[in-house]
């Protein structure tokens, strides 16, 4: 096999670096330049069918194959940053350049793509993720619904029940947040399969509980209430999505119940540099009172947060909401977890399913 190209330096491909996976010398590099190599030769077998292959002249500069190669005493001399894989050069025509070229160009963005960490201090970017039906809720009959004017989407089950529940996303995230992890779309999925109807929406990545944020969630309920003929609300908040569930559960008359995860409740709270921008873009103008502390009313909750989150403390966030809760007389539930912001001990899809249906009107 000719196309390939490149000298085995620690730089080359791995392609590359498996096929000429043997240690440059002196040696090696007469036998592949005269072809004096034994017939057994490892080496030899590997030459190229057009002829000899020729190892680099001695002196700096380019190489008939465009690398760079090291000034030197003699032709033995291994390119520019060769050492231990070295390997010499085979020639490669123009269009299998290109080809490879692009396929690693490809799978360089691919695997960036796939990190999905967090980088202190980054600004929240509203990405879209594929629209593409989850195999198991299409399995179960249900189907989504994506609307890109509103930047909302809608999970309908098989079966619908007559309830709606609400995902309010975390910092950064958009309406396809709840089915791009497997903790949350766990979540989602039970529900589905329960019979409720699930809306997401983006909030622009942005929605600090802000005037302006609670209107659209208002607005996109009572169309989506209307349009699939619901009646019961739940409502679902995530991190910065804890401050519109605690003030909807108040505003909206058809809320029945909430769940909250590791929940924002007091907007002071929120040090961390990567989050001012987009909160002084949500309360440009406006005064911040509403959210320092969050107002609880008496609507029934669940709510679950970390003592080792170091995101959304929980004695100033969730137990802040909790003892609000408790002292309006709402029956409210704090699991204390483990781990970080977002740990999987957060998330427990039959309790979830279980507290909706104990405060779903019966033949809603």
Partial sequence: ???????????????????????????????????????????????????????PRSGGGRSRFGTDRAPGPGADGPPVGASQNWCVPIRLPRRALAAIGALLVTAAMAGCAASSTEVPGAR??????????????????????????????????????GGLVVFLHGWGQTRWSLLSRREEA?????????????????GLGKAWGDPASLDDYQDL????KSTYRLRDVFLMGESMGGLATMQLARRLPDVRAATAWFPVCDLRTMHQ???????????RGRSRAAVSPVRVGDTPLLVWASPADTVVNATTNAAVCVAEAKAAGADVTYFRTTGEHGDPSNYQPTTVVTFFEKYRTPGA
């Fill in 273 to 283: 540099p990567r989050f001012q921008e987009s909160i002084r873009d949500a309360w």
């Fill in 221 to 224: 309920i009572t169309r989506t």
């Fill in 124 to 161: 929240p970017v509203v990405a879209a993720t594929p629209v593409a039906e989850p195999a198991d809720l299409r399995a179960a009959g249900a189907r989504l619904v994506d609307d890109a004017r509103s930047a909302s989407l809608v999970i309908v089950p098989k079966r619908p029940n």
């Fill in 1 to 55: 096999m000719r196309d390939v190209i490149g000298y085995g330096s620690r730089a080359a491909h791995p392609a590359v670096r498996r096929r000429c996976g043997r240690s440059w010398s002196p040696r090696a590099a007469s036998e592949e330049r005269t072809g004096a190599a034994a017939s057994g030769s490892r080496l030899r077998a590997r030459r190229a069918p057009r002829g000899p292959l020729r190892a």
């Fill in 186 to 202: 766990g979540v989602a999925h039970a529900v589905s399969e329960a019979g409720f109807t699930i809306l997401a929406a983006d």
